[in-house]
């Protein structure tokens, strides 16, 4: 899903307000994240779930409608098909909003049921209780007209700017149960769905799959059958409906030759279709592209496509996204979850990251690989500027966050944070062949199926062959950023960087990270070089080949940070005593101007008590002060006749 500019503001507006009052989980560690998921799949959005919808497992949706695009209006039945997860069950349990009337419960084709419609929930008494394995098949008839509620409306009806009415449905996260009764469970998909939609004749029905039938319905009605065969999560089903103009095309997949069918069903008007037009043929770049980098589309024996809807954003319905406009991001957004989101789908709420950091991460892929690394790396800026907007903030989504809908589609956390680890992570992999064998095979590995994002972390260690449960710990389960300070000199052939960390918020308060500059020589030639800092504080060495005027941190613009940079840019031989940094937290660095067994370093704070007496035996020598208190003191360097050759005041402050 990709939700509009004005709706994202909406949605910090909401978070701030909220955020005021309530204060977040932290995760400090993968382990203590991984505990908090206990009660998430039962407790999700601002309900709790009745523990029987675990009884059973869905296996079919045949949803029928009768509606049309001026209001919300529905007249209909959903046939649900499943098996008994436990033995002599006797109740089946649906959810349905209490807006909507139940007129009858059935076995399809069979005899009524008793039923309770309470608490947005539909209790159906079995009238043979049924066993383990043993299929459950049933037909509830409903009605009624839902009440619409915001972005997040379940079904909607309104006129787009082009003055054509239209009927959507938009169910993510927990909002199927607004117009058809439903199990909103993500990690019971549904292996297949029937979506048949009835509406006056001067209007067409999309919907997911294939369009087998437009059947003629009487009273100038047509009846549009859409069936799709893949598995499908419950808020994946989708219907629009508008008097719509379809255009349609092949896109090609990644073998030479091959092609899925594209169909898009558009406002009916030929200046709103003009103006669409270039932006919708990059679909066939897109597909192409992502099919390249992370396997075929997974849908391909069926269509993509999309169908116009004035909302402020997209939906990936799957086969066929919900599109308020057509911009080339969105496109591409809501293509790209197709592979994260759809076919891969997260387990959790709490790991919204598998679908929305993935499929914003691929606005930035489409755009490196249709129109080039610069256009993709404005992306990437504008990315990093909303992270840095607030100190704070995980991509992982703990389990008592999920009852805010904001919170779960966080744009600069689940979206462009989530986009931005992962750009860290490629960096970090440092081998683009290596990477998008990680994501073919996440998708081939969890197709049809949800996934966490340890999941991910799991196939990313199998393919590298390396830990990276660090990486998730500090980018995916920690919060905020780092914070720089770089100090660089040059001693002979060598170039010495000291990068000193602290966190924009408690934890992390390090980043272990592969940091990368550009070093510059005094001819304006360059190189590039690639260090990784292990702990904090850390002096990083890299031989150099000539005279180094500069050095360029993050010239690729990997990491979100801040950062500053300064150089001791005297020639180290002749220089005098240089004491750095300043302030200083658990270290100081002191460099003599030549190598001496016979110099000592005392430190006094302002009242002349001596806290470090420490001999100097080399050229670069590092003084732990971890355990000073906070304040001012005094450096003293000290001869071996008991001269004070130099003296700096310094100023500690503890993190």
Not at 307 to 314: E, R, V, Y
Not at 354 to 374: D, M, P, Q, T
Not at 376 to 404: K, R
Request: with cysteine.
């Amino acid at each position: 899903m990709k939700i509009s500019s004005l709706a994202f503001i909406l949605c910090f507006l909401s978070y701030s307000a909220i955020s005021q009052f309530a204060e977040p989980h932290v995760c400090k560690s993968l382990p203590d994240c991984a505990h908090t998921k206990i009660n998430a799949s039962i407790k999700s959005g601002t309900y709790e779930q009745n523990p029987g919808l675990w009884d059973y497992d869905v296996s079919f949706y045949g949803i029928s409608l009768d509606v049309e695009p001026t209001s919300t209006d529905l007249i209909g039945s959903t046939r649900i098909k499943a098996k008994s997860n436990k033995n002599n069950l006797s109740s089946f349990v649906v959810e349905l909003m209490n807006d909507l009337t139940v007129d009858n419960v059935k076995y399809t084709g069979g005899s009524d049921l008793s039923f309770n419609h309470t608490n947005n929930e539909i209790i159906i008494s079995l009238t043979t209780p049924v066993n383990i394995g043993q299929i459950i098949d049933i037909t509830i008839e409903y009605s009624g007209t839902p009440e619409p509620s915001g972005f997040f409306s379940g079904i909607q009806s309104a006129y787009s700017n082009t003055g054509h009415p239209v009927l959507w449905t938009l169910s993510e996260p927990l909002n199927a149960r607004k117009w058809f009764p439903v199990k909103q469970v993500l990690e019971d998909k549904a292996d297949s769905v029937y979506v048949f939609i009835t509406t006056p004749n001067e209007y067409i029905a999309a919907s997911n799959g294939i369009l087998y039938n437009v059947i003629d319905a009487g009273g100038n009605k047509m009846r549009y059958e859409w069936k799709s065969y893949y598995p499908i999560a419950y808020y994946l089903i989708s219907i629009a409906v508008s008097d719509y103009q379809e255009y349609n095309f092949y896109a090609p997949l990644a073998t030479v030759g091959e092609e899925v069918f594209v169909q898009n069903f558009l406002y009916n008007d030929d200046n709103y279709i003009n103006a669409i037009m270039n932006n919708l043929m990059l679909t066939k770049d897109y597909m192409s592209a992502f099919s390249i980098l992370y396997g075929n589309y997974p849908f391909a024996e069926e269509k993509y496509g999309h169908a116009s809807a004035p909302m402020g954003g997209a939906m990936e319905h799957q086969t066929m996204s919900t599109m308020g406009s057509f911009n080339p991001d969105i496109i591409s957004h809501e293509l790209a979850h197709h592979w994260f989101g759809n076919n891969v789908t997260c387990a959790t709420w709490s790991d919204i990251w598998i679908n929305e950091g993935f499929a914003s991460y691929s606005e930035y892929l489409a755009r490196e690989f249709v129109f080039g690394k610069e256009h993709a790396n404005l992306w990437m800026e504008s990315a990093h500027t909303s992270i840095l907007a607030l100190p704070g903030g995980s991509v992982y989504v703990p389990p008592l966050e999920t009852v805010d809908v904001w919170r779960i589609f966080s744009g600069r956390l689940s979206y462009k944070k989530g986009a931005a680890i992962l750009h860290i992570l490629r960096s970090e992999i440092n081998d683009d062949d290596l990477f998008f064998e990680v994501l073919r095979s996440f998708n081939e590995s969890f197709k049809d199926s949800v996934a966490t994002g340890d999941d991910f972390r799991e196939v990313l260690e199998n393919i590298t062959g390396q830990q990276w449960e660090w990486f998730f710990n500090q980018w995916y389960y920690g919060e905020g950023y780092p914070i720089f300070q770089i100090i660089w000199y040059q001693l002979e052939n060598t170039l010495f960087i000291n990068s000193i960390q602290s966190g924009s918020v408690e934890y992390p308060e390090f980043f272990k990270a592969t940091l990368e500059f550009d070093v510059v020589y005094d001819d304006y030639s360059t190189q590039k070089i690639r260090l990784l800092q292990e702990t904090n504080g850390q002096i990083l060495s890299h031989a150099v080949s000539g005279n180094v005027i500069d050095i360029i941190f993050d010239p690729g613009k990997i990491l979100f940070k801040q950062f500053s940079i300064s150089t001791i840019n005297e020639n180290i031989q002749d220089a005098k005593t240089l004491i750095f940094p300043n302030p200083f937290s658990n270290e100081l660095r002191i460099i003599l101007p030549y190598d001496s067994m016979n110099i000592e370093c005392k430190i006094y704070n302002i009242e002349g008590i001596n806290f470090i007496s420490q001999k100097l035996d080399k050229n670069i020598n590092s003084v732990n002060t971890d355990f000073l208190p906070d304040g001012i003191f005094l450096v003293k360097i000290i001869s071996s006749d008991g001269k004070t050759i130099h003296r700096q005041k310094v100023i500690k402050i503890n993190k």
